[in-house]
């Protein structure tokens, strides 16, 4: 299909429809067909990054490390000893990455903030130079008529704070520097996420040990630094309202479990709302409700989380909207069992991405929406990350042709648009990712852009998929 015009395509619809007798609907050759995919006025297409995969530039300006920047530098946790020293060189280039957006016709960018460049000691003294920096992004951003959303922590906690996420104090050195960064940005930036993805700055940092700061603590601790984490997302919107120069919206990125009914009926269906609340119960659902439900607080017993009084009222902050990161689908069915449903674990030959835990379900975007709308209500939603790895590969005439992620994008569009269609408050889609990126524990051997970053020249190339998504902001509907 990629090498034959969309011309030559419908000549060559409307002869095989001739001889099949079927009719085809009228449309000019040449012209693009209307899409019965088409989104709602308003939505808003952008594109996700975050500081540590992008900026590169660890030194620059009063920037002191994160614990990613010592994880990394550690022998043996990253891919071929990969780190986030130089990347994407964003910190100079931004100018360049927003101009990309400006090319896709993006309406919207999210990024993040690193907290090691406002604050290096992660609480004291500000850094004017590292605010600095992000006034630029915003303006850059603003003179180009894209708004921006942004994240205040996607893990790259100052290493100079002790005991790191082990510690409340963490969280309240969050809203401090939350509340920092809001005065200075809310004039411009109407826009933010507290965190990114609650369960891997916790439980893959401090449980299970495979991302930073590696540790693997036992079921009490790490429960408690989930706490601490969910603590730091509620005084985080607490401090961001409280120090708005003007109207925001506050919300979080989470990557709630996306459970999907393996087989659409009533029983299967309830049973993945009820996993959606209790597969999720520290993070989103503790969020959402402003407890820890019975379950999960059964299930830990003497390991459950330490609550000091005020820090579920906190958890529960009422928010703007949601943000869901969504990859890939995790199968229930319903059962007889207490829990009334069990995991389907996908099979060997289940198809997924570059990443192999990538799965292509697309009916995930569709379900993640579908059961957080129905089981809380919030006000509104957006996809804050969808996206995939692959394996990029120049043409010999030079082009990069992404058709599996394109195939991949194409499908979960697709199963959003059943969401906005049934009603659903979504507002907005950002595709994970502008740009080939540093890909933490994978450094640079997992490519999620939709622009090829050549990571010894930081020369950026448009893969097929930005055409393609230039295509999809052009329409509003999936093409
Ligand atoms: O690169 C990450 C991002 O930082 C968080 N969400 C998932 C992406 C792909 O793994």
Redesign the pocket.
């Known amino acids: 299909m990629s090498n034959i015009t969309r011309r030559q395509f419908g000549k060559a619809a409307a002869a095989a429809a001739a001889l099949s007798g079927v009719s085809l609907p009228q449309i000019a050759f040449g012209q693009t067909p209307a899409s019965d995919l088409a989104y709602p006025t308003g939505f808003l297409w952008g594109c996700a990054t ?1 500081a540590y ?1 992008i900026e590169g530039a660890v030194h620059a300006d009063g920037r002191k490390p994160s614990i990613w920047d010592i994880f990394a530098h550690t022998p043996g946790k990253t891919y071929h000893g990969e780190t986030g020293d130089v990347a994407d060189d964003s910190y100079h280039l931004y100018k360049e990455d927003i101009a990309l957006l400006h090319n896709l016709g993006a309406q919207t960018y999210r990024f993040s903030i690193a907290w090691p460049r406002i604050f290096p000691d992660g609480a004291g003294q500000p850094n004017p130079q590292g605010l600095d920096y992000y006034q630029r992004v915003v303006d850059e951003l603003l003179a180009h008529n894209i708004t921006p959303y942004v994240t205040l922590f ?2 790259d906690l100052p290493a100079a704070l002790p005991g790191g996420w082990q510690s409340r104090d963490t969280a309240k050195a969050f809203a401090d520097y939350a509340a920092y960064v809001t005065r200075h940005l809310s004039d411009r930036v109407h826009h933010f996420m507290t965190t ?2 609650i369960v ?1 700055f916790t439980d893959l940092g401090y449980l299970t040990g495979r991302f930073a700061p590696g540790l693997k603590l036992p079921r009490a601790q790490a429960n408690q630094v989930r706490h601490h984490g969910v603590l730091a997302h509620g005084l985080g919107v607490q401090a961001i309202r409280a120090n708005a120069r003007g109207p925001v919206q506050v919300g979080l990125a989470e ?1 709630p479990t996306d459970f999907v009914p393996v087989i659409e009926t009533p029983e299967h269906i309830q049973a993945s709302r009820r996993a959606m609340r209790e597969g999720n119960a520290p993070f989103l659902t503790a969020i959402m409700e402003g407890r820890y439900i019975e379950s999960y607080l059964e299930r830990e017993g003497k390991n459950a989380p330490r609550v000091e009084p005020g820090d579920m009222k906190a958890i529960g902050s009422k928010l703007d909207f949601v943000g869901l ?1 969504v ?1 890939t689908p995790t199968y229930v069915r319903a059962d007889s069992s207490p829990q009334g449903y069990a995991v389907v674990q996908p099979q060997a030959s289940f198809p997924h991405m570059a ?1 192999d835990w990538i799965h292509v379900g697309p009916e995930s975007i569709y379900w993640a929406v579908h059961n957080v709308c129905e089981l809380w209500h919030p006000q509104a939603v957006y996809i804050t ?1 969808n ?1 995939c ?1 692959a394996d990029d590969v120049f043409r010999p005439d030079g082009r990069i042709e992404d058709t599996d992620r394109i195939m991949y994008l194409r499908n979960y569009l697709s199963q959003l648009h059943r969401a906005t269609s049934e009603g659903y408050p979504v507002k907005g889609y950002f595709l ?2 502008l740009l080939d ?1 540093f ?2 524990l994978d450094g640079y051997s ?1 490519r ?1 852009g939709i622009h090829y970053v050549d990571f010894k020249t930081e020369k950026r190339t448009p893969k097929l998929s930005a055409e393609w998504y230039r295509e999809v902001i052009a329409h509003n509907a999936v093409v």
Request: charged share 20%; proline share 0%; glycine share 4%.
């Open positions: 975050a995969q996607h893990w990114n993805e891997c990557n990161n990859y990443s990350e996206g790895s994970w990712s990126n890909e933490w997992k999620f």
